[in-house]
């Protein structure tokens, strides 16, 4: 069965922490995608990153950073230096080889001034 | 920048009514899906569509529910008899290779 696991409901942190969202996925596809995406107040969902099972370099964009640990099933993302505009939910997401996405429940990130 | 649009924004229904969400996917795209995710609640997958028929559905995709591409723009989720439980917001997606591009979602309210 393919599952995604993002174990804080929810995360509060002040502006200019850093703070990590933890992913841990499940899946016997030997090739898959991984992704996060952010859901900000107004509810859309915004694609941030996407990453496939053969490649664990980690990256980094601008303050975002996201770890791919293919031995811990884990795709954690980092914010670096907080700001209030990233209070958001966000959700990590499977892809498998049928090419729907299975999302985890979300991680609400409140950034406090 | 090509988005994949969706309307209405907000539909409110009568429990039992028909309803019909629609999507217009990016042009070039060969993938449509539908995903709802109920308030507070994770994002679900409905089903998927590609060359014309549905190729993956899950469990919520019942009876009830039906997909079309009416014509070469158009994408259509529609509910047949509403239900209480079917508030949602329903987002629409279309992808060429693995990353899905969504729309804005279509809130759907029924009473």
């Known amino acids: 069965a393919q599952k995604v696991t993002q174990a804080q409901t929810e995360i509060s942190v002040v502006e200019k922490e850093d703070v990590t969202l933890d992913c841990v996925y499940e899946t016997r596809d030997t090739t898959y995608y991984l992704f996060w995406y952010k859901q900000p107040p107004s509810g859309e969902l915004v694609f941030l990153i996407r990453?496939?099972?053969?490649?664990?370099q980690n990256e980094i964009s601008g303050r975002y950073s996201w770890n791919f640990q293919k031995s811990t099933s884990s795709f954690n993302f980092t914010i670096t230096a907080s700001q209030v505009v990233d209070s958001a939910v966000y959700f990590c997401a499977l892809g498998g080889s049928q090419g729907n996405l299975i999302f985890g429940k979300g991680t609400k990130l409140s950034v406090k001034p | 920048e090509p988005e994949v649009t969706q309307t209405p924004s907000h539909q409110v229904t009568q429990m039992g009514q028909e309803v019909i969400l629609r999507c217009v996917p990016i042009s070039n795209h060969l993938y449509f899906y539908w995903y709802r995710q109920i308030l507070g609640q994770k994002v679900e997958f409905l089903v998927s569509?590609?060359?014309?028929?549905?190729?993956?559905k899950s469990e919520i995709f019942d009876d009830q529910f039906s997909v079309e591409r009416p014509d070469g723009s158009n994408f259509t989720l529609k509910i047949r008899s509403t239900k209480l439980e079917d508030s949602a917001m329903y987002f629409c997606?279309?992808?060429?290779?693995?990353?899905?591009?969504f729309g804005p979602g279509t809130r759907l309210t029924v009473l």
């Open positions: 990453r496939n099972s053969f490649d664990e």
């Open positions: 997606a279309s992808s060429e290779a693995e990353e899905q591009f």
């Open positions: 569509f590609y060359n014309n028929e549905i190729s993956e």
